[in-house]
Antibody
Framework: EVQLVESGGGLVQPGGSLRLSCAAS????????MNWVRQAPGKGLEWVSY????????YYADSVKGRFTISRDNAKNSLYLQMNSLRAEDTAVYYC???????????????????WGQGTLVTVSS | AIRMTQSPSSFSASTGDRVTITCRAS??????LAWYQQKPGKAPKLLIY???TLQSGVPSRFSGSGSGTDFTLTISCLQSEDFATYYC?????????FGQGTRLEIK
């Protein structure tokens, strides 16, 4: 059974740092691309960051670029999100999500999210 | 970034009803469209990918259609467990973007 379990959330002051972890099990973690998605209280879903299976390709949302760093340790089946210079607007539940490639007939592909963790709450407040 | 617009934002329906939610992309995304269901306090759950392909284990009363910029999610016969919030997502290009969500409530 595929499982993704986030941890590391909590209360942090503005300008502070936090490191989130996502422990994966039930599948070959090193073969899958991964993402972080967040959801502010009462709001919709916002994609945050992507990392390729090897870790060689990384993307960020403009809202977190330069402040957040995504990484992974395939030996430990774990995904991370280092969050620095946190702001009140970063307050959200953070989910890790496994990505699956979808190819069309031209060979172009995109990635949808087939499994999500239960989320970890990050609250940025003084 | 590609903007995704869902309609309606919320509505009420009764068990047994047929409901349709629409999602429009600000530019063409071919069939790179997924639908997710989210219940309060839970993670999103994948329902449909590639605009119309049902994820394994999802009941057949859910269906999706569309291509390009206009998409729909249809629930053919609402069950009590279907009352939730639904999101569309484009995965044609990064940044991946979601619709604002459609909250489906019991009438």
């Amino acid at each position: 059974e595929v499982q993704l379990v986030e941890s590391g959330g909590g209360l942090v002051q503005p300008g502070g740092s936090l490191r989130l972890s996502c422990a994966a099990s039930g599948f070959t973690f090193s073969s899958y691309e991964m993402n972080w998605v967040r959801q502010a209280p009462g709001k919709g879903l916002e994609w945050v960051s992507y990392i390729s299976s090897s870790g060689s390709t990384i993307y960020y949302a403009d809202s977190v670029k330069g402040r957040f760093t995504i990484s992974r340790d395939n030996a430990k089946n774990s995904l991370y999100l280092q969050m620095n210079s946190l702001r009140a607007e970063d307050t959200a539940v953070y989910y890790c999500a496994r990505a699956v490639r979808y190819y069309d007939s031209s060979g172009y592909y995109g990635r949808y999210f087939d499994y999500w963790g239960q989320g970890t709450l990050v609250t940025v407040s003084s | 970034a590609i903007r995704m617009t869902q309609s309606p934002s919320s509505f009420s329906a009764s068990t047994g009803d047929r409901v349709t939610i629409t999602c429009r992309a600000s530019q063409g995304i071919s069939s790179y469209l997924a639908w997710y269901q989210q219940k309060p306090g839970k993670a999103p759950k994948l329902l449909i990918y590639a605009a119309s392909t049902l994820q394994s284990g999802v009941p057949s009363r859910f269906s999706g259609s569309g291509s390009g910029t206009d998409f729909t999610l249809t629930i053919s016969c609402l069950q009590s467990e279907d009352f939730a919030t639904y999101y569309c997502q484009q995965y044609y290009s990064y940044p991946i973007t979601f619709g604002q969500g459609t909250r489906l409530e019991i009438k």
